[in-house]
């Protein structure tokens, strides 16, 4: 027969308490006792004509029910084991042979003997031994009411086939009653389902035992090759089972090495990894523990045969996997794995039997335990043999879980920055989409882009260990400031990015300003602090872009217009795309513009202020675009210095400066000339030998030469335009700080540099007969740079007001529209003949104005 048992050592608590069992236990008894007591009252002879001679048979019966009780081959479906067995065999021979009430009895004493040597509980073996009881006793009655047995015809074949099938369905029922109180209905049912195959093998047994009873009837010597055949099947049926157990071992560990190598890449692989090597192992649980490492925190998973899921917990002590650690090497424990008394006794208090738990290697570290506990079925225990087993399968698992490991931060290197451990601009870009996807009515996704402002010089000064240092406190500063619904991310670079959902772009604005005070605090490196600035674009969705693509390319340009105003938070507007648009156009137009000559240069008159002679202009490019109109010098000269053609610009500026100075003649007295210099420009070393070679060229002398530098130019907080400025004072040149005041240098800065004039920002000029404030600064620059002995240059004087103000503190020179506005040759030429005063041509001075419009 096929005889299924429960496993219930270890697992997880059924519906109702083991003592429910009694519910079926009890009845079955009854129904033992009453149908044994209707055998007894229907039958002459319960126990035989020849009491003597059947107690002697009946005790051969029972010794060989007792051997056939034994499972033959073991199969576990879930949380159930199966085991087949030979009980219909002697049952076959005991109706036929001996009295219905002693059929009974000896069945009933045969299941409680196999049963006591499995050390069942109370409750478990009482239903057995009343299963068993109230089957064969249900079975004596059916073979008591059908026609008596003669021979061994086929009549007698019904008759035996009809009762053992009787007594077959019976124990099955008692068995689906007993599960159906324990754990619900459909377990019960679920029993009922999976009885094909057993009902199948069961009616093969009674063919066997008709067999047997035909051979024996024949002559009682046929016993003696019955007991031979039956050896041999008995050691056949051990080769099977030996094989069949090699075979699923060897089928397990394909199909697992197969699942680890498709799960391998994605989050699934510790799910499949425990529920295969649970159902490999026939273990009711499985664990895997993997001690925090580095970025890695603790992993503890344990997989449960009746549980899809995985669980945090483990059934095991923790004293088990550290000592297993500890010791890096494979504990076993249980029944026949014996081991350690203290480990055994921890493991008593848990009510797990048994477990083997096996170090995960990766190299010579230990990186963690696997662990099986609980082998399915009462009767099932873990042995020797399945050590080297499950040491097997852990070495592919250390394997599986290291690859893991090593894709997973493949993938999370993929996604995040190296120095911050911020993610970078693809893992911004890909949230960015989700976030503008899942975007609620009435809300934007905000996108704010933070530029680091001198990391360049802080590269330069003190290294790039510095500046990662200014990097990685910025992103500590924004991670920390920023609300926890934002996603920072560094976009490469000095650039960070801000993402998350706000009520408006005014909102946005708001934060974005907050954000920028709260990371420019001083940062403290050694004995070395530094002041860190940002400048902050900002976009949002849906007003600035449908997707993530077009909002980081629009955030970027909000941060560039908002570097021009330092410190400042720029929203971004159509106004900047179509600018960058119109800029990217040029670059092809100007590459022509500059082969066809057709950029102009203007020329701007340069002023003493005292007594209004002129001492030279500053030469302007102007660009008159067939199509775009007049293109401003801040659209071209940016173009040209990302295209490379900055130093062909800077040459025709200063080749027409040249000829004009040389050609100018009032007096026979030429004009100083002065030509704006990018700060790039300054990091060409050619470029002063270029300079010499076009003033021999012209003929004119270097001192005529003055070339104007922006401050941020200048004055970069490094070094690095120090050499070309003293190759081109050497050569006579005049040098030229330009648009001083806009940026955060101070005078002190100037005395180390080779320069030689100082010019006013405009914006401080303008607003001096307005703005003390403005008056104070002009004041403070002209008296330093005086005592400096630099020149001061006043831009901007637009008003007779401005020009008095600027008499009175001493300011030398100006150049602004209260003068000339930028004028072409041409026009300049009138302007001469209208404005100089011809006395002073004729007495060969310097040109002076004759009257200011």
Known sequence: MADRRSSSAGAASPRRPAEHAWLVTGPLALVAVVFCTAIGLVTPHPFGLHPFGSWRLAGVLLTVMVVAGLPMLNFVIGRQSFGVRLTEIPLVLAFYFLPPLMVVLAYTLATLITHLRYRFGFAKLAFNVANASAAASFAALVLLALP?????????????????????????????????????????????????????????????????????????????????????????????????????????????????????????????????????????????????????????????????????????????????????????????????????????????????????????????????????????????????????????????????????????????????????????????DEAVKIRAPGEVVAVLLFDVDGLRQVNESLGHAAGDKVLVEVAERLRACAPSSALVGRAGGDEFLVTLRLENAEVALELAAQLRDQIRDEMVFDALTLDVDTAVGVAVHPDHGSDAASLLQRVDLAATAAKSVPGSVQLFNPALESRSLRRLGLAGDLRRALDEGELGVYFQPKVTLRDRRLIGVECLARWEHPTHGTVSPEDFVAVAEHTGQLGRLTEVVLREGLRRSRDWSHTGQPLAVAVNLAARTLTDQHFPDRVRELLTEYGVPPQRLTFEIRESGVLDGTDR?????????????????????????????????????????????????????????????????????????????????????????????????????????????????????????????????????
């Open 148 to 432: 008596p047995i003669r021979g061994v015809g086929p009549g007698t074949w019904g008759v035996l086939f009809a009762s053992v099938s009787t007594f077959t369905l019976a124990t099955l029922v008692g068995v689906a009653g007993v599960i159906t109180v324990m754990h619900g209905w459909q377990a019960g049912a679920g029993v009922l389902r999976n009885q094909v195959p057993p009902l199948l093998t069961q009616t093969i047994n009674v063919v066997v035992g008709l067999v047997v009873l035909i051979a024996l009837k024949t002559t009682w010597w046929s016993a003696v090759l019955i007991a031979v055949l039956a050896g041999a099947a008995a050691m056949v049926y051990r080769s099977y089972a030996q094989f069949f157990r090699q075979h699923r071992t060897l089928g397990g560990m394909y199909g697992l090495t197969k699942a680890m190598t498709a799960e391998g890449q994605s989050g699934n692989l510790v799910d499949v990894l425990l529920g295969r090597i649970r159902a490999l192992m026939q273990a009711e649980y499985a664990t895997l523990w993997l001690p925090a490492q580095g970025r890695h925190p603790e992993v503890m998973l344990t997989a449960r045969v009746d549980n899809s899921g995985l669980l945090d917990v483990a059934p095991t002590p923790e004293v088990i996997r550290e000592e297993t650690r500890r010791q890096q090497r494979s504990l076993a424990l249980g029944v026949r794995l014996g081991g350690d008394e203290k480990l055994r006794a921890s493991l008593r208090t848990t009510g797990v039997k048994d477990v083997i738990a096996v170090p995960l290697r990766s190299g010579q570290a230990v990186i963690g335990t696997l662990e099986v506990a609980n082998r399915l079925s009462d009767v099932g225990h873990f042995t020797a043999s399945d050590i080297p087993i499950f040491e097997t399968v852990a070495a592919h698992a250390a394997v599986a879980l290291e690859n893991s490991r090593l894709v997973d931060r493949l993938r999370h290197d993929a996604y995040h920055d190296a120095l911050t451990k911020l993610p970078n601009r693809r893992r911004i870009t890909g949230a960015l």
């Open 721 to 853: 335009p120090i050499p070309t400025l003293r190759r081109l004072r050497d050569l006579g040149v005049r040098l030229s700080v330009d648009d001083f005041g806009t940026g955060d240098s101070s005078l002190a800065h100037l005395r180390r540099l080779p320069v030689h004039e100082v010019k006013v920002d405009r914006s401080f000029v303008q607003g001096m007969a307005t703005d003390p404030g403005d008056l104070a600064i002009v004041n403070a620059v002209v008296t330093l740079s005086q005592q400096f002995g630099l020149a001061v240059v006043a831009e901007g004087v637009e008003s007779e007001l401005t020009l008095e103000l600027l008499q009175d503190i001493g300011c030398e020179i100006g150049q602004g529209f209260l003068f000339s506005r930028p004028l072409p040759y041409e026009r300049l030429e009138a302007w001469f003949g209208a404005q100089v005063d011809p006395e002073t041509i004729s007495a060969g001075e310097s040109p002076r104005l004759r009257v200011v419009p």
